[in-house]
């Protein structure tokens, strides 16, 4: 069983930068996958960043170049440093963590990007 809890969110204005961040804690040594989703009201889930236990990661077409996940392995944290944000960055982000067995959701945080 592995168990997440976001952090970070809030208001913050077009142009400007957030982190996120992900604490991941129990069988954290089974993990091969952390991503982090957003979603807004009445769409689906959208993936957004994702990060594999060899360090690998992969960004959607519309966060590349202004969002990263990076990690801090010592303490089974990861991140989502988000610039450049725009009003459709606005959502309510996830983290999601995955192993052999099953995929875990941590509870969400609220990212709103307005002026």
């Known amino acids: 069983q592995v168990q997440l809890v976001e952090s970070g969110g809030g208001l913050v204005q077009p142009g400007g930068s957030l982190r996120l961040s992900c604490a991941a804690s129990?069988?954290?040594?089974?993990?091969?996958?952390m991503r982090w989703y957003r979603q807004v009201p009445g769409k689906q889930r959208e993936l957004v960043a994702a990060l594999s236990s060899g360090g690998s990661t992969s960004y959607s077409d519309s966060v590349k170049g202004r969002f990263t996940i990076p990690r801090d392995s010592a303490k089974n944290w990861v991140y989502l440093q988000m610039n450049s944000l725009k009003p459709e960055d606005t959502a309510v982000y996830y983290c999601n963590a995955e192993d052999y067995h099953d995929a875990y959701w941590g509870q969400g945080t609220q990212v709103t990007v307005s002026s």
């Open positions: 129990g069988s954290t040594f089974s993990i091969l996958y």
